[in-house]
């Protein structure tokens, strides 16, 4: 009745198909890698640094880390430890030929081992709680300071409202956030909103998530330490196009970031060219804000100071030319879902509307 | 009595094809039955686990355009949906319906006929939730098959976000296959309770029953306020209530509470019969008995009690106040002590035994493993702050399926390939098993380790593509691989299962000379399971019957 014991030569065979399996898998994911495109987002990603938790620029993520690395750790050595004992005894107590015909002692337990390994993971979990309670209230009873930089975000499908109520300015899917330094801390806290469904707002290296809630008002805050672009997305799943909704954070030293302020307050230059006659005489105006123009539509972001973002379509492609034209043709080409429809405009109109929109700086 | 049982073998081997298959529709017979849950299960685990397949190949490579975005939302709803309520679910509890009355003695379950109304409210709410690919358009052309995760946050269910009837199909198909697992909750129970055969106390019941009762209980509690749920998002779509509609006054937590008050607990429910198994296999393939019964026994009872008041781990980002964040730190933190004991036992089973590395041993063996680094990603999971940057992320889709695949699944196979003998006569191929066993190994984690880090990269879970240049191509490619891997690992295991059947070695009514009391009768077991109801003396009575000298008895 008893087989043979498995020989290291039969467990050869699956791997011999493995390999062929990932030469055929590799064909074949090159072919597919041949037929994706790329809006320019590449380059660009490539100039962020991943938004990687373990690297982390400001205040929350900091002590995130701090504890996540002790958590790493316990469980780490847990590991190896366990996996260790584990490991030994399949390799001490396997049956050897010839041995097969006693059975081995039978223990039906032991209550002193049993209690030691009940008493230890209780302590090893009771300093991990007091670890993990600790930070928890470190960064949720944060109180803002009076000079903290307030901002309003708002989640729709698929992009980010954003809104600064002291300082009158309304942008979208890129925040400008001052550096902050520790020594006269300046640091954003952040009302979070949603205008439809659940989304959750993610910059890794700047804080944990929070999710953004209809009906509800969350709030949380950032403070980082070094300028740079953050790069976020949204962590809850929000339908259709959920992958594509990015959005970055610009973190500028004060003076630059006055200066933004500045620029964003004004309201754009007022041209009368053919491409804004066509952004205002079809339904753009409906869903698009462009202050100081009749445009005055609250259901897409708002386009101001198109120009002085980075991306388009909410992180999806790069705020170039030929990205910007494809989007007004169809952008269902760049952001299939998007809910801005197809506008149905002739090339020459396109042209127009695109040479507008890049005048918006 | 004999007489009648052999005609109506007789009559049964001369049936027609199609009355064999009545015979298989009218069957109350809980062998039946189970092994008709389980087939079911399998069935659904290939449709959702191609769905997989799919996902990964869209994921293979950055700004991919090989499926959709709907068409992939489509896919990760049903593949969740399905692996959750189509495949573990109905395999899980049609083990319990094959091992319970045969392990401790019965003849069936205590309400035949209530096991069989519970099986086909299953197998239709199935097919309900795979038919939305047909029915789902409803009047609007708004989409075929639910496309809104399987855990469905509102407001994203309500008719202003989710038109057609897609998500009315997947609320329908959930609220079935809940109340046919209700039913079989029922019947564990009570047959566990009441027919135990003569000599088998409480504390002589095999562990797979013990935590069958435990599993049993927990649906019983958890399942309703699912259905509750479901009912309440059925009035908002249908009869304008507000329970869930944000737009008019609801609130979008209610749902997220609703939802893992019933969630957490269904893992535990998935995960605690495999501990059953686990401390069936490993003993026998140890050639001793289980460690610390008593201890095992009643840290699966405390992880049942302990499960039920972690549901909002799963929703510390979503602003909790610290002390409610801490509250369910510490309570999902505590889980980890039962779950460390019951590896400790598991290892102290092990430990000075003969063990006999056949395949069921091999997927314990690997289960022990991964259930190990499962759990301590839960821990790291459970530290809120972390988990404030790792929810939604990959790191828990790389989690979760360390779980689902990593120890329910293995022990899912580690349960088929030690008692399909006993369930067909002839045993399963071990060198088609052992080819399984090590592509399913490698597949497993070519998938599924890489994806914890792309989680910590920054890679949120359930986005249909990701753009080039973020640091994800390489662990996403690899992944990829490792998911088409054990693809193949499952057909290998298929083919084994159709070859087995035909051409398998015969087993022998105790092909793994092991000791409970469902290898004491033949294999396949007759309908009526005993001739003659045991009686037993031990927890191991076959044990017993072959150790005279030394039985049992003498030392529990």
Same mark, same amino acid.
């Given at each position: 009745?008893?087989?043979?014991?498995?020989?290291?030569?039969?467990?050869?065979?699956?791997?011999?198909?493995?390999?062929?399996?990932?030469?055929v898998i590799?064909?074949?994911?090159?072919?597919?890698c041949?037929a994706?495109?790329?809006?320019?987002?590449?380059a660009?990603?490539?100039?962020?640094?991943?938004?990687?938790?373990?690297?982390?620029?400001?205040?929350?993520?900091?002590?995130?880390e701090?504890?996540?690395?002790?958590?790493?750790?316990?469980?780490?050595?847990?590991?190896?430890?366990?996996?260790?004992?584990l490991?030994?005894?399949?390799?001490?107590?396997?049956?050897?030929?010839?041995?097969?015909?006693r059975?081995p002692p039978?223990?039906y337990?032991?209550?002193?081992?049993e209690?030691?390994?009940?008493?230890v993971?209780?302590?090893?979990?009771?300093?991990?709680?007091?670890?993990?309670?600790?930070?928890?209230?470190?960064?949720?009873?944060a109180?803002?300071?009076?000079?903290a930089?307030?901002?309003?975000?708002i989640?729709?499908?698929?992009?980010?409202?954003v809104?600064?109520?002291?300082?009158?300015?309304?942008?979208?899917?890129?925040?400008?956030?001052?550096?902050?330094?520790?020594a006269h801390?300046?640091?954003?806290?952040?009302?979070?909103?949603?205008?439809?469904?659940?989304?959750?707002?993610?910059?890794?290296?700047?804080?944990?998530?929070?999710?953004?809630?209809?009906n509800?008002r969350?709030?949380?805050?950032?403070?980082?330490?070094?300028?740079?672009?953050?790069?976020?997305?949204c962590?809850?799943?929000?339908?259709?196009?959920?992958?594509l909704?990015?959005?970055?954070?610009?973190?500028?030293?004060?003076?630059?970031?006055?200066?933004?302020?500045?620029?964003?307050?004004?309201?754009?230059?007022?041209?009368?060219?053919?491409?804004?006659?066509?952004?205002?005489?079809?339904?753009c105006v409906?869903?698009?804000?462009?202050?100081?123009t009749?445009a005055?539509?609250?259901?897409?972001?708002?386009?101001?100071?198109?120009?002085?973002r980075?991306?388009?379509?909410?992180g999806?492609?790069?705020?170039t030319?030929d990205n910007?034209?494809?989007?007004?043709?169809d952008?269902?080409?760049?952001?299939?879902?998007?809910?801005?429809?197809?506008m149905?405009?002739?090339?020459?109109?396109?042209?127009?509307?695109?040479?507008y929109?890049?005048?918006?700086? | 009595?004999?007489?009648?049982?052999?005609l /109506?073998?007789?009559?049964? %081997?001369?049936?027609?094809?199609l009355?064999?298959?009545?015979?298989?529709?009218?069957?109350?017979?809980?062998?039946?039955?189970?092994?008709?849950?389980?087939?079911?299960?399998?069935?659904?685990?290939?449709?959702?686990?191609?769905?997989a397949?799919m996902?990964?190949?869209?994921?293979?490579?950055?700004?991919?355009?090989?499926v959709?975005?709907?068409v992939?939302?489509?896919?990760?709803?049903?593949h969740?949906?399905?692996?959750?309520?189509?495949?573990?679910?109905?395999?899980l509890?049609g083990?319990?319906?094959?091992?319970?009355?045969l392990?401790?003695?019965?003849?069936?379950?205590a309400?035949p006929?209530?096991?069989?109304?519970?099986? =086909?409210?299953?197998?239709?709410?199935?097919?309900?939730?795979?038919?939305? &690919?047909?029915?789902?358009d409803g009047?609007?052309?708004?989409?075929?098959?639910?496309?809104?995760?399987?855990?469905? &946050?509102?407001?994203?269910?309500?008719?202003?976000?989710?038109?057609?009837?897609?998500t009315?199909?997947?609320?329908? /198909?959930?609220?079935?296959?809940?109340?046919? /697992?209700t039913?079989?909750?029922v019947n564990?129970?009570?047959t566990?309770?009441?027919?135990?055969?003569?000599?088998?106390?409480?504390?002589?019941?095999?562990?797979?029953?013990?935590?069958?009762?435990?599993?049993?209980?927990?649906?019983?509690l958890?399942?309703?306020?699912?259905?509750?749920a479901?009912?309440m998002?059925?009035?908002?779509?249908?009869?304008?209530?507000?329970?869930?509609?944000?737009? %008019?006054?609801?609130?979008?937590?209610?749902?997220?509470?609703?939802?893992?008050?019933?969630?957490?607990?269904?893992?535990?429910?998935?995960?605690?019969?495999?501990?059953?198994?686990?401390?069936?296999?490993?003993?026998?393939?140890?050639?001793?008995?289980?460690?610390? &019964?008593?201890?095992m026994?009643? %840290?699966?009872?405390?992880?049942?009690?302990?499960?039920?008041?972690?549901?909002?781990?799963?929703?510390?980002?979503?602003?909790?106040?610290?002390?409610?964040?801490?509250?369910?730190?510490?309570?999902?933190?505590?889980?980890?002590?039962?779950?460390?004991i019951?590896?400790?036992?598991?290892?102290?089973?092990?430990?000075?035994?003969k063990?006999?590395?056949?395949?069921?041993m #091999?997927?314990?063996?690997?289960?022990?493993?991964?259930?190990?680094i499962?759990?301590?990603?839960?821990?790291?999971?459970?530290?809120?702050p972390?988990?404030?940057?790792?929810?939604?992320?990959?790191?828990?889709v790389?989690?979760?399926?360390y779980?689902?695949?990593?120890?329910?699944?293995?022990?899912?196979?580690?349960?088929?390939?030690?008692?399909?003998p006993?369930?067909?006569?002839?045993?399963?191929?071990?060198?088609?098993?052992q080819?399984?066993?090590?592509?399913f190994?490698?597949?497993?984690h070519?998938?599924?380790?890489?994806?914890?880090?792309?989680?910590?990269?920054?890679?949120?879970?359930?986005?249909?593509?990701?753009?080039?240049?973020?640091?994800?191509?390489?662990?996403?490619?690899?992944?990829?691989?490792?998911?088409?891997?054990?693809?193949?690992?499952?057909?290998?295991f298929?083919?084994?299962?159709? &070859?087995?059947?035909?051409?398998?070695?015969?087993a022998?009514?105790d092909?793994?000379d %092991? =000791?409970?009391?469902? =290898?004491?009768?033949? /294999?396949?077991?007759?309908?009526?399971n005993?001739?003659?109801?045991?009686?037993?003396?031990s927890?191991?009575?076959? =044990?017993? #019957?072959?150790?005279?000298?030394?039985?049992?008895?003498?030392?529990?």
């Amino acid at each position: 009745m008893e087989l043979p014991e498995s020989t290291p030569r039969r467990r050869a065979r699956p791997l011999r198909c493995i390999t062929r399996c990932l030469v055929v898998i590799g064909i074949v994911a090159a072919a597919t890698c041949a037929a994706a495109s790329d809006w320019g987002m590449g380059a660009a990603n490539s100039r962020l640094a991943p938004p990687d938790m373990f690297n982390p620029v400001s205040t929350p993520a900091y002590d995130i880390e701090t504890l996540a690395w002790f958590a790493i750790a316990v469980c780490a050595g847990i590991a190896l430890v366990v996996g260790a004992l584990l490991a030994y005894s399949i390799i001490r107590f396997r049956s050897r030929a010839g041995d097969e015909e006693r059975e081995p002692p039978q223990v039906y337990g032991s209550n002193p081992i049993e209690f030691a390994w009940t008493v230890v993971p209780l302590l090893i979990v009771f300093v991990l709680i007091l670890t993990t309670a600790r930070t928890i209230y470190t960064v949720e009873a944060a109180i803002a300071p009076p000079n903290a930089i307030r901002i309003r975000v708002i989640g729709h499908q698929w992009w980010w409202e954003v809104r600064y109520p002291g300082l009158k300015i309304v942008t979208a899917n890129e925040i400008h956030v001052p550096v902050s330094d520790p020594a006269h801390p300046t640091p954003t806290f952040l009302d979070l909103e949603s205008a439809d469904v659940a989304h959750s707002f993610w910059v890794p290296r700047l804080a944990g998530k929070t999710d953004v809630i209809p009906n509800r008002r969350n709030t949380m805050w950032i403070e980082p330490r070094r300028p740079g672009v953050y790069l976020g997305q949204c962590a809850e799943f929000c339908g259709t196009e959920h992958a594509l909704m990015l959005l970055r954070v610009v973190v500028e030293p004060r003076a630059q970031w006055d200066q933004w302020v500045a620029a964003q307050q004004k309201t754009a230059a007022a041209s009368s060219d053919r491409g804004r006659r066509i952004f205002e005489s079809t339904a753009c105006v409906n869903c698009h804000t462009i202050k100081g123009t009749v445009a005055d539509g609250r259901f897409g972001p708002d386009l101001t100071h198109f120009m002085s973002r980075e991306t388009i379509g909410s992180g999806a492609a790069m705020n170039t030319h030929d990205n910007l034209r494809i989007w007004i043709k169809d952008p269902a080409v760049i952001k299939p879902g998007a809910l801005m429809p197809r506008m149905n405009l002739s090339d020459a109109d396109i042209d127009a509307v695109a040479g507008y929109l890049e005048s918006l700086h | 009595m004999e007489q009648e049982i052999a005609l /109506s073998a007789r009559e049964q %081997a001369e049936l027609p094809l199609l009355g064999r298959l009545h015979e298989w529709v009218v069957t109350v017979d809980h062998k039946r039955l189970g092994l008709m849950y389980i087939g079911g299960g399998l069935l659904f685990f290939v449709v959702a686990g191609l769905q997989a397949v799919m996902m990964r190949l869209q994921l293979a490579v950055p700004d991919n355009h090989l499926v959709p975005p709907q068409v992939f939302n489509r896919f990760l709803t049903m593949h969740g949906t399905a692996m959750v309520f189509l495949v573990g679910m109905p395999i899980l509890t049609g083990y319990f319906n094959y091992l319970v009355p045969l392990m401790v003695g019965a003849r069936d379950l205590a309400f035949p006929r209530l096991n069989s109304f519970g099986f =086909w409210l299953w197998f239709f709410g199935a097919l309900l939730l795979y038919f939305s &690919y047909i029915g789902g358009d409803g009047l609007y052309g708004a989409g075929s098959a639910p496309d809104v995760g399987w855990f469905a &946050y509102a407001p994203l269910t309500e008719r202003a976000f989710s038109r057609g009837n897609s998500t009315d199909y997947w609320i329908l /198909s959930i609220f079935l296959t809940s109340v046919g /697992s209700t039913a079989t909750a029922v019947n564990i129970i009570t047959t566990a309770f009441c027919m135990r055969c003569r000599g088998m106390t409480l504390g002589k019941m095999p562990v797979v029953v013990w935590l069958a009762v435990v599993v049993a209980f927990m649906m019983l509690l958890a399942l309703p306020p699912l259905s509750a749920a479901q009912v309440m998002l059925l009035l908002d779509r249908f009869a304008g209530a507000h329970f869930f509609d944000t737009q %008019a006054g609801g609130s979008a937590l209610l749902w997220q509470h609703f939802f893992w008050i019933f969630g957490h607990p269904e893992v535990y429910i998935l995960v605690i019969p495999v501990f059953g198994f686990a401390s069936e296999i490993i003993p026998v393939f140890s050639r001793k008995v289980i460690f610390g &019964y008593q201890v095992m026994v009643a %840290a699966s009872i405390a992880i049942a009690f302990i499960s039920m008041g972690v549901w909002a781990h799963h929703m510390f980002a979503v602003g909790m106040t610290p002390a409610g964040n801490a509250f369910f730190a510490t309570s999902t933190m505590l889980v980890a002590v039962p779950t460390g004991i019951k590896i400790f036992n598991w290892i102290g089973t092990i430990w000075g035994g003969k063990i006999r590395l056949r395949v069921p041993m #091999l997927f314990s063996l690997a289960f022990l493993f991964q259930f190990m680094i499962a759990g301590l990603t839960g821990i790291m999971l459970a530290v809120a702050p972390f988990d404030w940057q790792l929810t939604d992320t990959y790191f828990v889709v790389a989690h979760f399926h360390y779980v689902l695949i990593g120890a329910i699944v293995f022990m899912i196979f580690a349960a088929s390939y030690y008692w399909f003998p006993k369930a067909t006569g002839r045993m399963l191929n071990e060198r088609l098993g052992q080819v399984h066993f090590w592509l399913f190994l490698i597949g497993f984690h070519l998938t599924f380790d890489p994806l914890h880090f792309a989680g910590i990269h920054g890679m949120p879970r359930r986005i249909y593509t990701y753009q080039p240049g973020r640091g994800l191509e390489g662990l996403n490619l690899i992944a990829s691989i490792g998911a088409v891997i054990q693809a193949l690992a499952v057909l290998v295991f298929v083919i084994n299962v159709v &070859y087995s059947l035909a051409w398998g070695e015969e087993a022998g009514p105790d092909p793994w000379d %092991a =000791w409970t009391l469902e =290898w004491s009768t033949a /294999s396949p077991p007759p309908e009526y399971n005993f001739a003659v109801e045991p009686e037993v003396y031990s927890r191991r009575p076959l =044990w017993d #019957l072959k150790h005279p000298d030394d039985p049992d008895w003498l030392y529990e």
